[in-house]
């Protein structure tokens, strides 16, 4: 068969067939734009309006402005002005009397108080209550004090009833009810003032005096700032002093940098003890490394200076320094961040370690 023929007959099969008809489901009118405008031009301005005025204010897509149209109809008296705008409420506010209660406030406790279910017990249980209700009925107020401090009730007794107790003895005025008088304060005499001579050892600093082995200048206050540098200038040439204390005499970061220069040239001190000052975190890692040239100071005690807080900056300094001493055996400083506490404690302990196998001999 022609192709031609074929195509003819599916055509006219094709112009027989039924198509259904598509209905809407909702029939729509068309709309005319001129029709809008008539309407438009219809209506009041007040019904304009509210119908500019219907903005959806959740809507993300619209900006700010137009998210909530200004209903504002009142001309600007003058320019913003916040903080008298401020004054204005809190003045209105104050001045306003609070809005009535339609209904007084009574508290009031609706349905029903909900209370545990007590357990039934048994014969045994309420016997053995009965009988230590009596026996604590009967008993005095001596003996309850007793008994409340064998079984350590001690929130229940003084301590001068506590003691009584365990002890055995009677307290003037009774049991509970009993006057507790304090312990006599145990006087301790005061530390006598350190009695050093500053100019007669300053002397034997300089002479390098082989007795000077142990120089304590702690809690002189009086000595000036002058006395102290020459301490430290005397230093560097002396080689008999093992042991200097110099805690809570005012010292400086002058004085300071001056005894880190005395630090650096000295090899006989062991000691060093320069507490309760004024040294800063910087000039205590200028005495570290002083120290670290010679290597010969076994114990720095630094602790309780004017600037409380050392810094991060300054502790992971020290921490780099005192890995590089080998003989450094006892740090007294107070640190702020645990990582360089464990990290300095555990290179005290290596150090001392390493001592402690030199003593017996073994590498």
Known sequence: MDSKETDGKNAQSADNMEVPSLKPVHDVPEIDLDDIDKLLESLSPEELEELNGNFDPDNSLLPPSQRMKNQTSKAPTGPFQRQKLLQFLEKKAKEEKDWEQNKPFVKEI????????????????????????????????????????VLGFHGMLNQTQYYAGLENTKIDGGGFQGVAKAQELIKVPDEPPNTTDVEESLQKLKDNDPKLKHLNL???????????????????????????EMASVNMTDKVAKKLAEALSENKTLKVLNVESNFISGE??????????????????????????????KVEMALVKLVGEN????????????????????????????NLRKKRVGKD
């Open 110 to 149: 609706r349905g029903k108080i909900w209370k545990p279910k007590e357990e039934p017990k048994t014969k045994e249980e309420e016997s053995i209550d009965t009988e230590w209700d009596d026996i604590l009925t009967q008993a005095s107020e001596e003996e309850l004090v007793d008994l409340a401090a």
């Open 218 to 244: 702690n809690n002189i206050k009086n000595i000036s700032v002058e006395r102290l540098i020459e301490i430290c200038d005397a230093l560097k040439t002396n080689t008999v002093l093992e042991n200097l």
């Open 283 to 312: 000039s205590i890692v200028e005495l570290m490394k002083a120290i670290n040239k010679n290597q010969t100071l076994q114990e720095l005690r630094v602790a309780n200076q004017k600037p409380e807080v050392l810094g991060n």
């Open 326 to 353: 080998s003989n450094l055996l006892r740090f007294g400083i107070a640190l702020e961040f645990p990582d360089a506490r464990v990290r300095i404690h555990e290179k005290l302990q290596e150090n001392n370690d």
